[in-house]
C-alpha cells in the first residue's frame, strides 16, 4: 500500500476524532456482503499491510454455509489472506452517534470501508470479484479503452408485518390509490420524504454521486440512480455502500429493504441496470466518433454482449429466485437480443447523441454481485470490438417478447441449473473471470441449487400432506 493510501487514513483519523466503530465490508462471490466491525485503530492497519480474514469467506454459500468444494476451506488448512483498504471507499455515516453523546446530533463515530482481497505472498486473490474486475479493465486499458459507467438500482422498503402472518413482511405502502397512479409518482416520494432526505443525508457524508431517485412500477418500490463514473471499479464500489445505506437507512425509520430480484409474486422485480460507454487514450468516447465510426464500434460491442450473454447468464441473474423475475412482459428480458430505445430488450440503445452515446444493460437482478456484472459486461464488449463483428440478429423494434417478432435471438438461461451449466461448460467465461473464480461460482452454486432442490415448501406441504 501507497504511503499516499496510508496518509489517507491518518487524515480521516485526525478529521473524524470522534470515530469510535470501522465497518470493514467485504463482497464475496455471491455478492453478499460480509465482514466485521473495528476500532478506529484499525484504519491503518487496514490500508498496510491489511486485515486478516480467512479466504475462506469467498466460499460461502448464500446462507453462509461453508462449501467445501470450493477447495478454500479445511482442505488448504482455511488459510487467512490480507483484506486491503479501497482508499476511494473511506467514508463517515451519520447514523454512527457515540453513546453519551447527548446532543440529538449525528455524529461520525461510524464509518464504512470496503476490503479487497490479496492471498497471504501479497499476490491478487481470484476468488475476489473486486480482483476479477480489475483484471478485465487491465485488458481494457491495453487496448487504449477506459469504460464509463452507471448503475440504475431497484428495491422494495417493507416492514414487519403485525397480523400473525407466516409471510414476514409487507409493502411499506398505502394502496388504496392503485398501483397504477403511483409509478413516477411524486406523492409517492413524498409519503417517504423524511426516508430519502436521510439516504441522501448518508450518501453525502459517504460521498456517493446519487443522481434520480424514481418511485417504480410495484407497490413499495423504488429506483435510486447513480450517476456516472470514469472508474469502474469505484461504480461497483458505489453500488455495495449504496446498498448498505439503502438497508441501514431503512431500519432506522421502522422498514426493511430489500433487493431481491423477485420478491412477490405478480408484481415487478428488482433489477440492476448498467449503462456503459468506452473512452479512447484521448479520452474521447467512441460510440461518439463521426464517420460511421462510433456507431460500428457500438455495434460491435452490442455483438459481443449477445454472442455472450447465455454464457454469462448465471453473473448476471445469479440466484434462485432471480429467474422468477425473468418473464415475459416484466421488462426483464428473456432473451439475448437488442434494439435502440427499446426496453423490452437486453441490450437498449438510449436516445442519446455525442458524448453521451452509450449502451444500456437490462439483464441483471438486484441482488446480483455488481463486479461479477460489470466483469462480465465488459469483458462481453471487449470480445465484441477485438471480433470486429456486427450483431448477428437486426435491432428489434416493437415487443420484443412477442412469439410473433422475428430474431428475437437466442433464449437466456431459465433457471440456476441450466445457467450454471452454461457457464460451467463455457471457455469464454472461465477466461473472463479466471480459473479461480470459475471453480469457486460453479461450487457455490452447485451447493444453492442442492439447497433448494432439498427443501419442502409449504406449498408442496399443502398439496401433498
Excluded at 448464500?62 to 489472506?81: A, K, M
Excluded at 392503485?178 to 411524486?186: E, R
Excluded at 455488481?370 to 423494434?397: F, H, Q, T, W
Aim: charged letters at 25%; glycine letters at 8%.
Amino acid at each position: 500500500m501507497t504511503e499516499a493510501s496510508t496518509s489517507t487514513a491518518i487524515a480521516f483519523l485526525r478529521d473524524h476524532p470522534e470515530l469510535e466503530t470501522l465497518e470493514l465490508v467485504v463482497v464475496d462471490p455471491n455478492g453478499v456482503v460480509r465482514g466485521k466491525w473495528a476500532p478506529a485503530e484499525a484504519l491503518e492497519k487496514a490500508f498496510a499491510p491489511g486485515v486478516n480474514f480467512p479466504l475462506s469467506l469467498h466460499g460461502l454459500d448464500v446462507w453462509g454455509n461453508e462449501v467445501e468444494e470450493t477447495g478454500l476451506h479445511i482442505s488448504s488448512g482455511d488459510r487467512d489472506g490480507f483484506f486491503r483498504a479501497v482508499p476511494s471507499s473511506l467514508g463517515a455515516v451519520p447514523w454512527g452517534k457515540s453513546e453519551d453523546d447527548q446532543s440529538g446530533e449525528d455524529k461520525a463515530s461510524r464509518a464504512q470501508l470496503i476490503l479487497e482481497t490479496v492471498s497471504e505472498d501479497g499476490k491478487p486473490f481470484g476468488g475476489c470479484a473486486r480482483t476479477v474486475l480489475r483484471s478485465v479493465l487491465e485488458h481494457l486499458a491495453e487496448r487504449g479503452l477506459k469504460p464509463v459507467c452507471a448503475f440504475e438500482l431497484e428495491f422494495h422498503l417493507l416492514k414487519n408485518r403485525e397480523d400473525g402472518s407466516d409471510e414476514p413482511f409487507e409493502i411499506a405502502e398505502h394502496l388504496d390509490l392503485g398501483d397504477a397512479q403511483k409509478m413516477y409518482g411524486l406523492d409517492a416520494l413524498a409519503d417517504k420524504l423524511p426516508y430519502f432526505a436521510d439516504l441522501r443525508r448518508a450518501a453525502q457524508w459517504a460521498r456517493l454521486p446519487i443522481d434520480t431517485i424514481v418511485k417504480e412500477a410495484g407497490p413499495g418500490q423504488y429506483e435510486v440512480n447513480l450517476t456516472h463514473c470514469d472508474d469502474a471499479l469505484q461504480a461497483a464500489d458505489h453500488v455495495v455502500l449504496l446498498k448498505r445505506i439503502v438497508c441501514e437507512c431503512a431500519r432506522r425509520h421502522g422498514m426493511v429493504a430489500t433487493f431481491m430480484a423477485k420478491p412477490f409474486t405478480g408484481q415487478p422485480g428488482n433489477g440492476m441496470h448498467v449503462h456503459v460507454s468506452m473512452l479512447d487514450r484521448q479520452g474521447q468516447n467512441i460510440f461518439a466518433a463521426t464517420d460511421g465510426a462510433g456507431e460500428a464500434s457500438l455495434a460491435q460491442c452490442v455483438a459481443g454482449l449477445i454472442d455472450t450473454m447465455p454464457d454469462m447468464a448465471l453473473l448476471f441473474i445469479n440466484s434462485h429466485n432471480g429467474f422468477r423475475r425473468m418473464a415475459p412482459g416484466s421488462y426483464a428480458p428473456t432473451r439475448a437480443n437488442w434494439g435502440q430505445n427499446n426496453r423490452s430488450v437486453s441490450v437498449r440503445i438510449p436516445a442519446a447523441t455525442g458524448k453521451a452515446r452509450r449502451l444500456e444493460h437490462r439483464v441483471s437482478g438486484a441482488d446480483a454481485n455488481p463486479y461479477m456484472v460489470m466483469s462480465a459486461i465488459l469483458a462481453g464488449m471487449m470480445l465484441g470490438l477485438d471480433n470486429k463483428r456486427a450483431p448477428a440478429i437486426p435491432a428489434l423494434e416493437g415487443n420484443a417478447y412477442e412469439a410473433s417478432t422475428p430474431n428475437r435471438g437466442e433464449a437466456l438461461p431459465s433457471s440456476l441449473s441450466t445457467a450454471l451449466e452454461a457457464f460451467e461448460q463455457s471457455a469464454f467465461a472461465k477466461e473472463a473471470v479466471g480459473e479461480t473464480m470459475h471453480h469457486i461460482i460453479c461450487a457455490l452454486k452447485r451447493a444453492e441449487i442442492a439447497g433448494f432442490q432439498n427443501d419442502i415448501s409449504p406449498l408442496e406441504r399443502a398439496t401433498y400432506l
